[in-house]
């Protein structure tokens, strides 16, 4: 029987339209490329090197340069790095967390579970910390990018939030809903190990391993690290086909996703109660499964018209598909959307986009802080060149026959104790000083203009930044300043918000679908541990909601104020010890919790004990009950009389103690 070829044994295909449309559209965000370059040089780098033409020399040139060959070296006072920190300084204090919210109300405690494993999955991966440096990508780049996808590495299988440069990444360039409903197409590019590539896209063939070996045979060889310009110097231009310099020895795999529709049948399985496409199946297949379920029903007496069978009917259905790809176009691995979310792992967002345009927020303050440097480097070349203290005096009035003469005058002219005698003559004027430095001052009273253009521009006033009112300023005015700039931040937090939601909801339903059998998940707002059950949480249909973050200091020392409060006026005692510790925020909480699971447990034992050893009929207590063990044994040996008993009950303990020891010594 003739053997049928695997996927890992066929030849690999040919993409090259596919390759050219990931290019097109890598190739439509060049301009928002190089204003990211030129954002960050204006934060992290030099704000004096965008090139001016020299009408004097008739060249372009930087503006350092030119203000080096003026006889300048220009300072750069950097007020957008003082913004951004700013911004992000609000957002890291409010921090917020994701809570996942069944949509029926049985399933709120299944979905307890999913926002525990969510804030489990927050802490392994450092979520915090990528949120941080994605919301400072976002105000320089104004993109927020990310892939979530499950996967093994170094030996620990779990869901992972992968990274993607802003320069490596493309998405469609038609794309104008701020929802991005209407993307197609999304990916990215990424430089690998020759070895890495063919253990990722073999599929167990050693035949295929090799072909595709060949194809990056160009790149085979030692891995070389060049001295190139990466983490401080200028960013250059990359090659869409060609790994970067850095990058020697490597090889580039192109990854896309692309939004696709095909024929296929919309099947409405009255049996199962199901609505799908049904991409594979053919007519003449899905009419041979109804006869089989008439032929069924019909033998357990069900009546032609209350049957359940399927009903197709024929159309398309949009479907995402990935892609990887060499530069050249060869397909090392495609397929249809494996996860069960449905849409493309790559979460990105965009700030501010309107219209299929990219507006970083970094770019509106880059005039205003060139102003600023451009009226500090004029401010210095007039205190540089401007006259300071030039005696004019006529040489008529010299008393050089006096030893007063140009000498002695040069030589203590700056001092502040100096005393220069001269000879008054009639008709000529006495020696004057010129001093034309305070002129050098003036562009500085317009700097203060530009910071408070600044201000305006970017909507973070000082009160935001905690900065000191200025004599005379009211409470009520700088409160209000410090909430409109919150105001007006508020479009940069709600880019931010949807964001996570959508990540994090995505990153759910990946635990819904790879997250097998049941583990135990640490919840750390209740201190509890609970139970992820993989047959109850993966059905479970939830939203993602935004919560504010009670774990913090304020919030805890708030909490354990009011619930104190709330005891002193519990003369019930409603309020239990329990109840105060479970919902208290105290340090110590669960030492304590457990502490009274021990004692709770060892009242329920000695109850126990006690219970057993009330062995006489009717109830009535072994005498000496209470004694020491010894003694108790002891006694069990003798048979009393219930009235004996009695008395003996109702004796004092320590009287019970020494009768006891007599009737044992007898």
């Known amino acids: 029987m003739e053997r049928k070829e695997s996927f890992a044994d066929q030849d690999l295909g040919q993409r090259p339209n596919l390759v050219m449309s990931a290019y097109n559209c890598w190739s439509s965000l060049e301009q928002l490329r190089r204003d990211i370059r030129r954002n960050e040089e204006f934060v992290f780098g030099d704000q004096h090197s965008d090139r001016v033409y020299d009408y004097k020399n008739h060249r372009y040139i930087t503006e350092r340069n030119l203000f080096v060959e003026q006889g300048l070296q220009p300072s750069q006072y950097n007020i957008i790095r003082n913004v951004l920190r700013t911004i992000i300084g609000v957002w890291s204090t409010n921090k917020t967390l994701p809570v996942c919210v069944a949509q029926i109300e049985e399933n709120q405690p299944e979905s307890d579970v999913l926002t525990a494993t969510l804030h489990a999955l927050y802490r392994k991966n450092e979520l915090w910390k990528f949120d941080y440096s994605q919301l400072l990508q976002l105000l320089l780049s104004g993109l927020m990018i990310t892939k979530n996808h499950y996967v093994n590495r170094d030996g620990d299988s779990d869901i992972v939030n992968d990274y993607i440069s802003p320069f490596n990444f493309f998405v469609d360039n038609s794309m104008k809903d701020p929802r991005y409903k209407d993307c197609s197409l999304v990916g990215c590019f990424y430089d690998m190990s020759v070895d890495d590539i063919v253990g990722m896209f073999s599929k167990g063939s050693k035949q295929r391993g090799s072909k595709i070996r060949d194809l990056y045979r160009s790149a085979n060889q030692e891995r070389i690290y060049e001295m190139t310009q990466t983490f401080t110097d200028e960013r250059i231009e990359k090659d869409f086909f060609m790994p970067d310099v850095e990058s020697y020895g490597l090889g580039r795999v192109i990854e896309v996703w692309r ?16 609505y799908y496409p049904d991409f594979k199946s053919t007519e003449a297949q899905l009419k041979a499964v109804n006869e089989l379920r008439k032929e069924e029903q019909g033998d357990m007496g069900v009546l032609p018209e209350n049957m359940l069978l399927l009903e197709p009917e024929w159309g398309t259905s949009a479907y995402w598909k990935y892609y990887f790809l060499t530069p050249f176009g060869e397909v090392l691995d495609e397929g249809i959307n494996p996860f069960w979310h449905e849409k493309a792992p790559i979460v990105f967002e965009i700030h501010e986009f309107f219209i299929g345009k990219i507006y970083p927020f970094c770019k509106d303050l880059i005039d205003t802080q060139k ?9 210095e070349l007039l205190t540089k060149y401007s006259a300071k203290s030039g005696m004019f005096i006529p040489v008529q009035s010299i008393a050089e026959a006096e030893g007063y003469g140009i000498d002695y005058l040069e030589k203590n002219m700056t001092n502040f104790d100096a005393i220069f005698p001269y000879n008054a003559q009639a008709g000529i004027p006495a020696p004057n000083f010129i001093n034309t430095i305070s002129q050098a001052f003036t562009p500085l009273n317009v700097v203060n203009m530009y910071l408070k253009l600044s201000e305006n521009v970017s909507g973070v006033y000082g009160a935001l930044q905690g900065a000191t009112p200025t004599s005379g300023t009211p409470a009520q005015m700088y409160a209000q300043q410090s909430q409109n700039s919150a105001t007006s931040l508020n479009g940069i937090f709600e880019a931010v918000n949807s964001f996570r939601t959508r990540r ?14 049941k583990r135990w998940v640490y919840d750390k707002k209740s201190g509890k541990r609970l139970l992820w059950d993989h047959d109850k949480v993966k059905n479970v249909e939830f939203e993602i909601n935004t919560v504010e973050n009670t774990d913090t200091p304020a919030y805890r020392l708030m909490v354990n104020d009011l619930l104190f409060q709330l005891k002193q006026y519990d003369t019930t005692n409603m309020l239990d010890l329990r109840g105060l510790i479970e919902a208290g925020n105290l340090p110590f909480k669960e030492q ?36 020491p063990p010894e003694l108790q044994q002891q006694l069990s040996q003798y048979q009393f009389s219930p009235e004996l008993q009695q008395k003996f009950a109702g004796l004092p303990p320590e009287v019970q103690h020494s009768v006891a020891q007599e009737a044992v010594k007898k």
């Open 504 to 517: 994090d909801k995505m990153d759910v339903q990946l635990m819904q679908q790879f997250y097998r059998g």
């Open 371 to 379: 102003q600023i440097n451009k009226l500090s480097a004029i401010s």
């Open 592 to 627: 304590l919790l457990e502490y009274l699971n021990r004692r709770e447990q060892q009242m329920k034992d000695a109850a126990k004990q006690a219970q057993q050893q009330q062995g006489q009929p009717g109830g009535q207590a072994t005498p000496g009950q209470g004694l």
């Open 259 to 274: 939004k696709e529709s095909a024929e296929c049948y919309w099947v409405h399985d009255r049996l199962n109660g199901t």
